[in-house]
Structures are given as structure tokens and as C-alpha cells.
């Protein structure tokens, strides 16, 4: 067990998939011999070489295609989108190519494509570089997502991700690329297998990659207080592990669902529905989503903290669902 | 015209069975074609469909010069190359029919044509998206040296979308063997091309990417078939792609709904006299590889089996309901 | 009050507007010389000249950029996207573009732009031309979504869309451009104001487009059994109208959505979610989405139909929500 | 090298005055960029920044060549860009900053420095999204009759993506009044042009649309004002748009983290031999537009300028957070 970045635990995970899989491939802008816009790749080209790993023009239709294409034919490529708001641009091939090519051709291939997207605000890159955009892909089956928060999380998705067999988004979020974590190599994490990352009895908190760091600094100033948060990351959206959170809020009878962006059409309000929809009986209170601002990301530091929900706002949601409960 | 010699090749030729033997297929997509308008013109098929009657000559020609292990993707009016590629008549109708039996076993339809068993990886409805993925099937040859290509078809109207130039521009900088197949048949959809295109000729457009092009006649199965086994060629020594313009033509609406009311008077009429399969069978003949009998022959044999194709499917039953929850993850 | 059909009046729409206003231009392709793919637009261009009505490559990206650069300078342009599922190739345009242009700048423009996309299922299109596409884009504020469900709100919405000083998409449903209903020309709907079509004591149900027409169907064979539904099309999505939900679960104490695509991500997960929160009280029983399988459109006449939410699936629905709030 | 001759225009030359404030416009982008570069190094702002010196005289250059009611689209590096249209400097460090009068209230930062009010409609993130956006601005310019043209700048990798195809075509097809300025400064981010793109001259590319092309020196600001003034000449007179190839360097690297280590050594040096400041200065002096002292006047002035502004901005407070909630909808 060491301790290492979420960056370098994405790293190693890479390397350790092209190592074990000749067919594994890593293809982006600036993946190869820059290693990286934030060095996720770095030392793979030296590692691997230039035909395993390499750099693409800016043309993300295209690199998204390929691996499309590579897979279908007996690869199992890996893809960097960069910045996740940049699969607006190959939309197209996310949405309507790579979930449903097995579908439409009644399962005449299998699509083992992986794409690695940088995600989420807090780091001042403004409107178009700053996106949580899991929720574009929540109504696409076919797809499979990944929204690792911590360094594990990250190494042992990812590559569970190289190894399926169907296309699977990870996003990996920016703000946690140097969080430092422990890591056991070679311990891998099953899709669909939500973690309780702390067990507590009063309130169900499920939450992601940045508004889980918060969800957790929330619950310890309020076990300072004596109410103790269940903290549960799902880890990935799709597959969605649901049962563990009925098994909370069970336990709990409140849900607080934390997501990063605006809340509608996402994984949050979704969730939200589903317990609603499945566990009504069991609970005190309405269940509560809290997100951000029904507005695009704004840059400066100050308005972009503010839109962001914080552990604060975390803590007083908590508050009010306590309140109403009682 | 072409900026690059995309020729050059030592001039291979077709035999004699292999010049019946590809007659016979633009035979069979012709029959089948009219087959799939007439089923639709009764009201068997909902949707629509984009038949490419006149444009036999493109997908028979070019798929012919592939062997075994490469691949071709095509657009929604990809009857004629998924057929080309030798998937099977009736499992074709089947498909377009929506039954247990057809090709992606009723799930794709007409516009998703697919056999992966014989190289057909795949019929695309959004235009321009299966240019990339020609691309990546290139990739994985060029990675595993198989020496297979990939080829690509797709229409005029498509060299105006980004994907095409992300695909042209990628395919070319990494060398892969991808022959990208353009059909020129004068139109997008109802549009006439230099009402969106600024170029007439599109070979111009490789040069863009540094990319071997040539411009051929796509009513004629042997020019195409040439072109295209000499850019495999090239591509099977990692020369990297070749783009392709065939200059054809449709003889039938763009789709279903389209009655082509803005031809010009006697374009069509024009282009009939060019029919792809009767200029074949003339060479045919006055090459002596069939006389007018066996031609006559090859032609009804072929239309018997779209025929009896046409049958079976059509006694197939619609697919398992529960068969809709299936084939969503491997 | 003339009887038209929903196409004859998204094209007198068009028509009015082009009429009314000089900076009202129309872009597409084959919108022009063809009057579209589904005559929506046929005989504009006679009308309105080729300088105003124009036919376009295909080229989504820069139909939808040359409407924002457009826009941002003082035209007022509507571009239709044909299928809906082509928003996939200039999904970019939609979602980084249109709705952040404005935020990003502090306001200094604004963008008057209508995107017109044929939406839906039902009639054999297959896999990438059936999809109803609107939950893409609820993510992203800044949008306008409107989907109407009958010739007059397809006539007023589009009025409305295209002088509103905001992008706004609006999604027409292939399945019901041959539909007739009553138009009452120069009536224009507003957005965010949704339609209670059928008042009812028992269940609200809220349905847009070719669900709200399934909807009424089931609310039709209800009613010969003393069930009267609440039938709610919303119209718009973006706004959305909660306020008119609220009130009629107020009454009926009881929430079905019916919603044409897979459930994750969408307006009725949102919707769902938002009636839990706000209105948990007020249920007798856990509100209920309807939605389709979770699997890409399939093509078969028997597949599509059984994927789609059909009257009997929403009759089985408020049996199952009359059972467990009884 | 280019496809069609975009010049032969009426040669105007530039007056002793303005050839100055071209030069003063210069330094006060060195110096501003320079500025933020500290800004950035001393952690006053997060988030990231991508400059453009060595690059200023292809943004001085081309907006000089505009006129009221021209219109310029940029991208991520477009201080330059939308200073050279006359944007306030103090606004432009109050955005950059985050402060409350910054030119987008703080909301759109050093990526999206914008200001209508010159006609810098806008600085875009995503690669290539902008250059439909012009495409738009001409639209609405040949719609009204203005006589307006549209500017957009962007760079060499950039002409890899597909909306740089789509939005060339169709401002070809429809004769818009666009001037598409490619930036060649030999990198995309980290990647040499020729790691990502098979032709060096990407006037070359223009012919895929039939459109006129100019291939310039970056580095000389009068041969970038020529080139554009005789493409905005030809626009305005309807006859289409036009693509210009500027060749240039960028003196830091690609954004803020970037040491750029990828360069061949001497590179950087053999290119700071032709500083487009440097260069102009002599230029000036040379031909008597301006003699040594009066150069280091308008270089002093400049900087001055520069740094009062800077002062200004840093005293700005941040914006009322209340702001985020505003400018969502019109
Ligand atoms: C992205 C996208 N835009 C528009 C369409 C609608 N569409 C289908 S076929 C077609 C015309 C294609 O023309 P061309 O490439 O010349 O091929 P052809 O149909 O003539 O074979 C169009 C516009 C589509 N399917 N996908
Ligand atoms: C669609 C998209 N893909 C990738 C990026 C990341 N990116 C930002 S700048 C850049 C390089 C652009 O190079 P070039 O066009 O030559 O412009 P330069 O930065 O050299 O001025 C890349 C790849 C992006 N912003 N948008
Ligand atoms: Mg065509
Ligand atoms: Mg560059």
C-alpha cells in the first residue's frame, strides 16, 4: 500500500493495461510525447512506443471514431477527450455511434472503447473548460460511466474500464489530480459497486469526485454536533449500484444527493426519483438534491466558490432535512 | 485533377469468372433494390429507405478488390456495398423487413445494413460518422501489420462535414490504409452539389491532406475496381490512403418520400443510357468473356435467387419481443 | 379557428414571423428549394426570397455557429437541424456555445436564435433518427426547450421562440406533423406555461408530444371506469411550469410521468425528483415515471412498439398507483 | 502556393500616423501580456492563460486593416486580438483578474475577453467553434448590405477540426464577406504541425473551397495590414472571403504551465532575431516614419500605459456575487 496521486494512480493504471494487453492503445492530443496536458500519460510513449501510444491532431470526431472503429475490429483502445467539455465537439460519435453500434447491429461486435475526459469547476478555467458533463451521457445505453474520487478509485476504475468490453466514459476531475491517496496495485474496482465511504445513522449524503471531499468535511463538522452522515459515492453512474443506497436510507430515512452542476437532467435529480420512486415508505423527510446555480460557470474565484456547492451549504441542507425529520 | 499519382500499379486484371461473377452481383443489387421499393411502396416496411439503383457499379467494383479480413463501411444507401461485401440476399430483406432472421436481427432496419462476418462492419445513418470508423479499422491493420484495408463509401454532399475532414486529415497523417470512396451522384439529398460545394471536381479536396486521388467513372465496374486495387495496393505497402471520387449517378429518389422532381428535364434519361449494368454487359460481350446468352443467363440466375431471397425472408417471423432488451452491453 | 395540421402550422409560424420581421431569416438544408425534408417549410422560399430562406451543406456545426454569429449581430435567425439526433454533430454549437455566449460576455450580446429538430419515435427510423433528444440539453442553462404536442402549440411556441431574445430549441415530433387540431392564427403560447389538457380528480399525468396523445388515450379508457386522470403537457421544459404540477398533485395526490426515451437524465426524473422535494406531503403514493426500455431505438415495427410507453402501459400505471394509495 | 491571387488590390499605404500608433498599439500588448504573465507567476489569478507575444503583429496588423461595424472573432490567445480593436486595457487586466469592471463583469476571464462596443465579438475556448461564428456576422453583414466583413483569427492546429472545414465551405458557397487569419505559429499546444498535419503550406487548404489565399509574414505588421486590407477590399465588394496564412512564433509557451521544452534548441532564438516590435521599430526608423527617440517615446508611452492600467484593474474589488446569478437569459 503507497500513496499516490490521483494523477499517477491514473498513470500506473494506464501502464499497467498496456503492459498486460498488446491490443491496449492510448491515443489524444498531447498524450504521447508531451505526456499530457496534466501529465495523466506521462512516460507511456517512452514506455510503450510510438505506435501504442500517440498523438492526434485536434480533431476529436475523429480520434473518437477511431478507437471506435480500432475496437470493433479487435483492439482495446484507450482515448483522452482532454477537457470533458470538448466532447460537445464529438458528440456525435459518444451519443449516437459508440452506445449503439452493438445494439443496431444485434450484437454483432462489441465496442471496448475507453474515454478518459477532465472534469468539473473550482480551478478558474472558466465557462467552456469547466463542465461536470456525466449528465450529457445519462440517457444513452450503451454507455457506461466512471467518476472516480479518489486515487484508488481512479486506478482500480480505470482499469476495470480498459478491460470491459463496452464503451466506458471516466472522467477524471481536475480538482483532484494532486489529492493523494492510498493505492494498492492491482486492485481493481467492479462498475456498479457504490462505496460507503462513511457509515453513519442519520443522513444518507450521496455524492462524487468533488462534492464527495466536501460531503466528507460536511460530516465531520457535523459529527461534531452529533449527527452522523452515511457518505456514499456511487463511483460509477452507469451501472448505477442503487441498492446500496436504499440500504442507507433504510437505515437513515434521509437523502441528500450533492452534484456537481445544475441539477436538472442529472444523476442527482435522477437518483432522487428513484428513491422516490422506490423507497417513498421509507423516508422522514423530502429527499433534497443540492447542486449548482442554474448558470453557466462563471470564472471569477469568488463567483465560482459561490456557485459550486460547498460544505457548507452541505452542512445547513443537512440541517434543514434534520429539521423537518424531527 | 489529382494531386497525386494514385495509379501506377502493375495493371491487374479480372478473370473471366470474376467479370461474370461481379455482373451477376449488380444484377442481384439492382433486383433487390427494386424488391425493397416495392415492399415499401405496399406499405411492408415502415421508415424509409435510400436505394442505389445506378450506382451498382461503385460498390460491386470497389468491393471486389478486397480480400478477405478488410473492411468497408458505408452510409444508409448501403444496400448495394453490405451485398457487395457478400452478405447474404435474403438476411439482407430480412432486415429491411424488420424479422427474426435478418441481418442485425431486426434491430438496425434499412439505413444499418451489417455483416461483420464478411467485412461489412456497418451501415450509418448520420452523415460523415462512419469515416472515422474506416479509420480506426485502418488502425488496427496498421497496428497488427495484417495487411488489410479499410473502405469507406459515401456520398457528394458528405465532403462538406467536419468528420470527413477530421477522417481524411488523420487517415493521412498516420498512413493508414483506409481508401476513402467518395460517389459523386450530383446531389445531397434534393441538393444539386454546387449549391453547397464550391469545387465540382472533389479529388481537390485530398490535396488538403497530401492524399493520392483519383477520379473515375462510376458506371463502370472495371475503371472502379482498378482505382480501388491500386489504392489497396498502395495502402497494403503502408502508402497511406487514397481518396476516391466515382462520378455515378441515382436513378430513383433520394428516399421513400422523394419523387427527384428537381432534375433537370432528361438528366435521368441521360444517365439510363449510361445504366452501369447494361454498359457492363455490352463489355461483356463485345469482350468475349459472355455472349449474349450467358448474359441473358447470369442476369436471370441472379434475379431467381433475389428472388427466392426475397421469399424466405418474407416467411420469417418479426423478432422476439424480449429480444429489444438484448445486445445493449456485451 | 381553422383545423390545420401540425406541419401547416409550424410553417405558418414560420411564415408570420418571416412576414413580421425583416431580421427573421431561415437557414437549413434542403429548407429552401425542397421546403424541407418533412415540408415544414415549403413555399417560404417563393415567399420570402432566396436571400432570407436558404438551403445549407451539410454542415451542422456551422449552421448552428453562423446562426449564433448571426444572431449576436442583430439578425433573428431560426436553422433547422432536420432529425434531432443530428444536435450529435453540433452538439458543441448547442451546449457550449449558444447558452454560455451571453453568461461568458456579462451580457454584452444576446442571441435570438431558433433551432428547429425533428424529434421521436414510432415510425421506423431507426436507432439514429428516432431519438427524442430534449433531455440532452436540460443541463444547460442558458437554453430554451419547448416541445410542443399539437398544431396550435406548435404555431404559438414557434412564434414565441423566435422573438424571444434567448436561444431556444424546439423539438417537433415526427409522429404528429400529419395530426390536425384547431389553430386560431396569430395566437402565440408562452413559454413556461404549461397546458392542463384534461382536468381530472384522480391522477395528474404529465406527458408531452407523442405521450401526451397516449396519455389522453388512457385517460379516455379510464374514465369508462370512474378514473379521471389530470392530463398536464408542459409544453416548455425550459422554463419549466412546476407551479401548475404542484397544484394539480395538490389535488390528485398523485404524480405519473410519461416520457418518451430512457428514464436517466430527463425531464421526468427531474420532474419526479422536484415533486418529491417540494410536494412530498402531498402524495398518497410514490410518484411513478413511465419512460421507454432502457436500450437504443430498435427498428422492427413489434420492437419500437413495445419500447415505446403505450396507453396500456400508462392505463397499468395508474392501476398500480390507484392500488397503492388506496 | 496560394490558389488564387487575393491581392492586386489598389495598394493603400498607411499614413506616418498611424504606422505609430500600430507601433505603440504593439508594445502595449508585449507589455500587457507580459503583465499578465507576472500576474499569473505571482498567483494573483488561477486558472490558466495563453499569451501571444512575438504574435503581435498579425492581431495589430489584420484590425488595423477594419473599419466601424467589422466585426473579429478570437480565440483563447486573443489578448492581442481584442486589444487591437480598441478594448480598454484596464478592462481587459479587470477580466483577466476577475474583477468586478472587467470587461465581462469577471464571468468570462482570460479565455473570453471580450467587448462588443469595438467589435471583438468574442474570445472562444473550444478549438475552431468561433470560426462559424464569423461566418455569422458576415451573414448578417451580406443580409443588411453593410459592407461589414468579419475577422476571425485562429491557429495552425486549429485547421484540423471540422468546423474549420465547415465554416470555410460555407462562407465560400455563400461569398461572405469573411477573412479566416490562421495564425501558423509551427505548434498545436506541444505538437509540432508537422506531427498532426500532412501539408506545410495550409493555403493549400483553401483550395478545397475555391477560396482566395495569401500566405504572409507574421512578423511584419505591414505586410498583415496589406494582406488583409486587399482580402476586406474584396469582401466588401462581394466578391468572398479570403484565408491568410501568417507565419509566426509564440515567445512563451503554450499556456501557463507550459515551459514548452518541445523546441528544437535555437529555435526560440532564431525567431526573437525577428521580433515583430524590434523589426517595426527599425522599419520605422528607416523610412523616417519615426526616429530613435520618438519609437522609445511611443515604447514608453505604451508601457505607461499599460501599467497605469494594470494598477487601475488591481484596485478593482471583486464582483458582487450576487452577479453570478445574472446575464443567464436576455
Ligand atoms: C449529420 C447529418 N446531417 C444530415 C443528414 C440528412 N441526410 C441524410 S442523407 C443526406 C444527403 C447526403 O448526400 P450525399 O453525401 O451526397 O449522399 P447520397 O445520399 O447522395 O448518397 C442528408 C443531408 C444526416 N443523415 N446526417
Ligand atoms: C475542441 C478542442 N480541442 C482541444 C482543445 C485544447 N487546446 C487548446 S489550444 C490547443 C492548440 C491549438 O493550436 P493552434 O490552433 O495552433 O493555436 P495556438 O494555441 O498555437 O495559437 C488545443 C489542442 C480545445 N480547446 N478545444
Ligand atoms: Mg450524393
Ligand atoms: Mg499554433
Same mark, same amino acid.
Given at each position: ?326 | ?59 460491386? *467494383? $470497389? ?5 478477405? +479480413? !478488410?473492411?468497408? /463501411?458505408?452510409?444508409?444507401?448501403? =444496400?448495394? @456495398? ?64 495484417? *495487411? $488489410? ?5 459515401? +456520398? !457528394?454532399?458528405? /465532403?462538406?462535414?467536419?468528420?470527413? =475532414?477530421? @477522417? ?163
Amino acid at each position: 500500500m503507497t500513496e499516490v496521486t490521483y494523477r499517477d494512480a491514473l498513470n500506473e493504471a494506464l501502464a499497467a493495461e498496456l503492459e498486460a494487453d498488446q491490443d491496449v492503445v492510448l491515443i489524444g492530443e498531447d498524450v504521447a510525447a508531451a505526456g499530457g496536458v496534466f501529465k495523466v500519460t506521462d512516460g507511456l510513449l517512452d514506455r510503450f512506443g510510438p505506435e501504442r501510444v500517440r498523438d492526434t491532431p485536434i480533431s476529436e470526431q475523429a480520434i473518437v471514431g477511431t478507437v471506435l472503429g480500432a475496437a470493433v475490429t479487435g483492439l482495446r483502445p484507450v482515448a483522452e477527450v482532454m477537457f470533458a467539455d470538448f466532447a460537445g465537439v464529438c458528440f456525435d460519435q459518444i451519443a449516437n455511434q459508440l452506445p449503439k453500434y452493438r445494439y443496431m447491429t444485434g450484437g454483432q461486435v462489441s465496442v471496448p472503447v475507453t474515454l478518459r475526459l477532465v472534469n468539473g469547476a473550482s480551478t478558474g478555467f472558466g465557462a467552456q473548460h469547466s463542465q461536470a458533463v456525466e449528465n450529457w451521457f445519462l440517457g444513452l445505453p450503451g454507455l457506461k460511466i466512471c467518476v472516480p474520487g479518489t486515487p484508488a478509485d481512479a486506478y482500480g476504475l480505470l482499469r476495470t474500464a480498459i478491460r470491459d468490453d463496452n464503451p466506458v466514459l471516466l472522467f477524471e476531475h481536475k480538482a483532484l489530480y494532486m489529492r493523494k491517496g492510498p493505492l494498492d496495485p492491482g486492485e481493481t474496482v467492479p462498475l456498479g459497486r457504490a462505496d460507503v465511504v462513511r457509515a453513519g445513522e442519520d443522513v444518507t449524503v450521496v455524492a462524487t469526485q468533488l462534492m464527495r471531499e466536501r460531503a466528507l468535511q460536511a460530516a465531520d463538522r457535523l459529527a461534531e454536533e452529533g449527527i452522523r452522515l452515511e457518505v456514499i459515492d456511487p463511483r460509477s453512474l452507469v451501472p448505477f449500484d442503487l441498492e446500496t443506497v436504499v440500504r442507507s436510507v433504510e437505515k437513515t430515512a434521509n437523502l441528500l444527493v450533492v452534484e456537481e452542476g445544475p441539477g436538472s437532467g442529472g444523476w442527482g435529480s435522477t437518483l432522487v426519483a428513484r428513491i422516490a420512486e422506490e423507497a417513498f415508505e421509507m423516508l422522514d423527510a423530502p429527499p433534497r438534491l443540492i447542486c449548482t446555480d442554474e448558470t453557466p460557470t462563471p470564472f471569477a474565484a469568488e463567483l465560482e466558490e459561490a456557485w459550486l456547492p460547498s460544505a457548507d451549504a452541505i452542512v445547513g441542507g443537512v440541517r434543514d432535512l434534520e429539521l423537518v425529520a424531527a | 485533377m489529382t494531386t497525386k499519382a494514385a495509379s501506377e500499379s502493375t495493371e491487374p486484371t479480372l478473370g473471366t469468372d470474376e467479370q461474370r461473377a461481379l455482373f451477376a452481383r449488380m444484377v442481384e443489387i439492382r433486383s433487390f433494390e427494386e424488391a425493397v421499393q416495392r415492399m415499401f411502396a405496399k406499405g411492408l416496411v415502415r421508415g424509409t429507405t435510400h436505394l442505389c439503383q445506378g450506382q451498382e457499379a461503385v460498390a460491386v *467494383g $470497389a468491393c471486389a478488390a478486397l480480400r478477405e +479480413g !478488410d473492411t468497408m /463501411t458505408c452510409t444508409y444507401r448501403g =444496400h448495394g @456495398a453490405v451485398l457487395a461485401m457478400g452478405a447474404p440476399l435474403d438476411r439482407a430483406f430480412g432486415e429491411i423487413l424488420g424479422r427474426a432472421g435478418g441481418l442485425c436481427n431486426g434491430k438496425g432496419g434499412s439505413m444499418h445494413l451489417t455483416d461483420v462476418s464478411v467485412g461489412a462492419l456497418g451501415s450509418f445513418a448520420i452523415v460523415g460518422a462512419h469515416l472515422p470508423i474506416s479509420v480506426g479499422a485502418a488502425f488496427t491493420a496498421q497496428q497488427r501489420g495484417s *495487411g $488489410a484495408v479499410s473502405v469507406t463509401f459515401f +456520398g !457528394d454532399g458528405s /465532403t462538406n462535414i467536419g468528420t470527413f =475532414h477530421e @477522417a481524411m486529415n488523420l487517415a493521412a497523417v498516420w498512413r493508414l490504409p483506409v481508401i476513402f470512396l467518395c460517389e459523386n451522384n450530383l446531389y445531397g439529398e434534393y441538393s444539386p452539389l454546387a449549391t453547397t460545394t464550391p469545387v465540382a471536381d472533389l479529388t481537390i479536396r485530398a490535396s488538403s491532406y497530401d492524399m493520392a486521388a483519383s477520379r473515375v467513372d462510376g458506371n463502370d465496374v472495371i475503371a472502379v475496381w482498378e482505382a480501388v486495387a491500386a489504392a489497396a495496393a498502395r495502402a497494403r505497402k503502408g502508402e497511406g490512403p487514397t481518396f476516391i471520387e466515382a462520378l455515378t449517378y441515382r436513378f430513383v429518389g433520394h428516399s421513400r418520400s422523394d419523387p427527384a422532381s428537381y432534375r433537370p428535364d432528361g438528366e435521368l434519361d441521360q444517365w439510363k443510357k449510361r445504366d452501369p449494368i447494361a454498359l457492363f454487359a455490352e463489355r461483356l460481350i463485345e469482350s468475349g468473356v459472355a455472349d449474349a446468352d450467358e448474359v441473358a443467363a447470369l442476369r436471370a440466375g441472379a434475379e431467381q435467387s433475389v428472388a427466392e431471397a426475397e421469399e424466405r425472408a418474407l416467411s420469417w417471423p418479426p423478432p422476439d419481443l424480449q429480444s429489444r432488451l438484448e445486445d445493449v452491453y456485451a
